[in-house]
RNA sequence: CGGAGUGUGGCGCAGCCCGGUUAGCGCACUAGUCUGGGGGACUAGGGGUCGCGGGUUCGAAUCCCGCCACUCCGACCA
């Protein structure tokens, strides 16, 4: 038996989830910077802190929600067969000059000097480290294919850092690597991470769209961008209506069987971002009744790029014919904490925030109207310590404020649901549970209340 | 990077043109009383290097110069 102290011994390590212990700074009114929905209710919610232009501290609940998104794209990464590491954020400069992208960059690249005048970077993307490792310990077919990725801060010096978190310089992305023996396997990989990324959407429920997309300065030849619908998008989208109803595989999928079935299906329809529409081909292929025009805001995108950075990197192995060759990559990038902003923008009503069940901060809320009446202190007690017990995310609103201020409150954090409990109520027995989403209220007892969600 | 702006208690703003009481208002905050199912009312309080530096002046939040930060519109990006 390990020595555990009693702190990592307790039964219940998880701190109270009371709203007068926590730390959620609400702001009553919008600060003025904010110009789009979700940075606005970002900053109203207490989820994020402006600290310089493009760079945010995330605050707890904010913070709870990033890593939600995280523990999303992380179970779907490894579910496809990708092996989680965790590089630097800080990359010697001479690493890229090995591929000419030290000076190919410009000046979106943070670049540092330590005390020895050694030029360092502050990574926007990880293809020549990931490579640079590879390199160093795979040199045979045998240990292929492989997927590695990992989740980490990146510094892209934008121009013009706006929308928040959905275009700031610094934020956290997910960026994986594959390594093939040839381009039919690299093809595969590839496909396993675009379907990867439609389960990874779908569970957050978000309608993302596979669009053929350029390259950009990442290069090579096949690549596309996961968008999904919303009015605040960058760009223009235009698509089959039918996209937006093909199933998505379900988490039994099968990523050593055959994924091309549905890659083809998804990439049959048309659908493109306007700066590779093609209208004339648009119009050809998508009959008028299913041509959608919306805007879109692009969550991930898959690229094929060969030997771009293996044979300038001379990361090579050998075949089973016992020739050296360059190792065939791709990348996969998704945008975790622009995510964030894109679930607000897909997710909201007036009175604010709308989380889905699955990357909400807490899935519950318990609004306890009367604090200091003993039959709401004890019955919102209850409640709160059934669902903690049953594992469910709680956030009781035990603050001594009025009625008002606490819907309004948990309106705006959205949590998916609210129980709300005041001696109305109580006099029968029954606390209300409201759906944020569609705003049922259902009264019920308790116990039912503890069941519904404990379920 | 081109263009346009803004910096005044935690947030939103007024004051600046035309220099001169103790820099003001709403919200938030503190104490108390009454309240209590959709951001309550009253009373009494606390909190400000007016972005930074220099200059002009008897006197600068206010005029002049320089710098910094941030925002918005456009071209570019997970």
């Not at 023996?181 to 957050?204: H, K, N, T, W």
């Not at 009175?351 to 809320?365: K, L």
């Not at 594992?391 to 001594?400: A, E, F, K, N, T």
Request: hydrophobic residues 40%; proline residues 7%.
């Amino acid at each position: 038996m390990l020595a555990l102290n009693p702190q990592h011994a307790s039964p219940d390590p998880a701190p109270p989830m009371l709203l007068s212990r926590y730390f959620l700074p609400i702001l009553r009114e919008t600060p003025k910077e904010a110009e789009i929905l979700s940075h606005r209710l970002m900053l109203r919610a207490g989820m994020i802190r402006q600290e310089a232009a493009g760079i945010y501290a995330w605050l707890p609940l904010g913070f709870r929600v990033l890593q939600r998104v995280t523990q999303i794209v992380r179970e779907e990464m490894d579910r496809a067969g990708a092996i989680e590491l965790l590089m630097p954020t800080l990359q010697l400069a001479d690493l890229w000059r090995e591929t000419g992208r030290y000076d190919a960059y410009g000046p979106e690249m943070l670049r540092i000097k330590d005390r020895h005048e050694r030029e360092l970077l502050y990574g926007p993307t990880n293809e020549d480290m990931i490579t640079e490792i590879f390199r160093a310990y795979v040199h045979s077919y045998k240990e292929l294919p492989k997927i590695l990725y990992h989740i980490q801060w990146k510094f892209r010096d934008e121009q013009r850092p706006r929308f928040g978190v959905m275009r700031g310089r610094e934020f956290l992305m997910k960026d994986a690597y594959s390594f093939d023996i040839d381009e039919p396997a690299a093809r595969r990989s590839y496909q396993r991470m675009f379907v990867a990324y439609l389960r990874i959407f779908d569970r957050m429920g978000l309608k993302a769209i596979p669009m053929r997309a350029e390259t950009g300065p990442i290069g090579g030849d096949l690549s596309h961008e996961f968008i999904i619908l919303a009015e605040t998008g960058e760009s223009g989208v235009y698509c089959d209506a039918d996209i937006l109803g093909l199933p998505i595989p379900d988490e039994s999928i099968d990523y050593d069987g055959a994924l091309e079935p549905i890659v083809k299906g998804w990439t049959r329809l048309y659908a493109a971002t306007d700066d590779v529409h093609d209208p004339a081909r648009f119009e050809r292929e998508t009959p008028p009744e299913r041509r959608v025009r919306k805007r879109g805001i692009e969550v991930g995108q898959v690229f094929y790029f060969g030997d771009k950075y293996s044979k300038p990197m001379r990361a090579l192995v050998t075949g089973p014919d016992g020739v050296e060759r360059p190792v065939i990559g791709g990348s996969y990038g998704v945008g975790v904490s622009r995510l964030v902003g894109a679930l607000i923008e897909a997710n909201h009503d007036e009175a604010g925030i709308i989380w889905p069940d699955s990357v909400a901060p807490f899935v519950v809320g318990i609004a306890n109207l009367k604090v200091g009446d003993a039959a709401s202190d004890t019955a919102s007690l209850k409640l709160y310590g059934a669902l903690k017990k049953a594992g469910i995310d709680v956030l009781y609103d035990d603050l001594d404020e009025r009625p008002g201020a606490k819907f309004a409150r948990l309106d705006l954090i959205g949590l998916p649901y609210q129980v709300i409990v005041g001696p109305r109520g109580l006099a029968e027995d029954k606390v209300e549970v409201k759906t944020r989403r569609t705003g049922a209220r259902e009264m019920m007892s308790i116990g039912e209340a503890i069941a519904r969600f404990a379920a």
